[in-house]
């Protein structure tokens, strides 16, 4: 579906530990040492000599980099000095050996990370991701994640992208405002709106285009036609909507009473709308891979649990994009 193969070798990425411990070159199968007078003790010193060299320093700096992660909980991302992350679970070609960092969507430095913002895609595989990423001009996030929860990077972590839109008022959502900009907000117009916003330091607006990272979902939207609904026995619910494009249904599985509740605000939103969808579900390997990520980006640039986000929080989006995302 999403055209990239699933071979043993990148199924076997989302079993390995986070922190692989480094190995002495050499060590798993010890010499027994010669005597000065046994024959071919010039061979034997000489493979000791050379199992004993050490690793080359990208390796050595990568292993460093994991060992000390896992020991105190520090991010293992090891980011080189491109922004591109050195580790086993974050690729930078896919399967067919595509390239996946995408330099027209990158714009300019940035100085620093104050949030992260999760998204859906609108599109149904990585390939056809990537090819919106080529095109001049394009706006896209930092990371990528497929359906079977391949992490790839796609943007340095240097470089600002446009994937946050304008910003909605952060003290209209948490009812912080102040009178005065509460009646300006009752106006309505987000263009001004965002100008507000802009002006504003970190942690009194959202995370935006110029000091957040943006990590994609694979993931596709489709208008809803109708839809079933059942409860569970612990109280969570599940979905099957129908939509109409070719009688395409989507399941959605073990919704928190929060999340089915917008998501029926969404369902008809999407019914009576000309022009608004619902976002499949996040699949459960999708989620997994996002919490490693955002773990991981967290401690990397010390953001706290509160400043990472669901796209459209942060900005007028489909309130159905990233709703079944679980980061926590």
Known sequence: MNGISSTASRSSLQSLPDAPQPQPTGAASPQPASSPSTPGNSQTLTRMARDARPPLAGQQQAAAANAK????GASQLNIDDKGHV??????????????????????????????????????SSVNSTLNSYAQDGANGAHFLIDKDGTIYQTASLKRKTNH???????????????????????????????QRESKKPAGERFPSNSDSIGIELVGMAYKAKSHQETRNPDGSFNFLITTTTDGKTLKYENLSADVASQMRKEIKESKNGDDYSVFEQVTNQQNESLQWLTQQLRREYSIPESEVFAHPTVS?????????ARWR
């Open 69 to 72: 992660g896992a020991a105190i």
């Open 86 to 123: 050195q580790h086993e679970r974050v690729l930078l070609k896919t399967a067919a050996g595509r390239e996946t960092i995408s330099p027209k969507i990158e714009r300019g430095e940035m100085p620093e990370v104050n949030g992260l913002i999760v998204h859906q895609t609108q599109s």
């Open 164 to 194: 946050v839109g304008p910003l909605r008022s952060r003290c209209a959502q948490e009812k912080s405002c102040s009178p005065e900009e509460t009646k300006l907000n009752e106006k309505h117009n987000p263009t001004k709106e965002n």
């Open 316 to 324: 007028r989006k489909t309130g159905s994009e990233a709703l079944t």
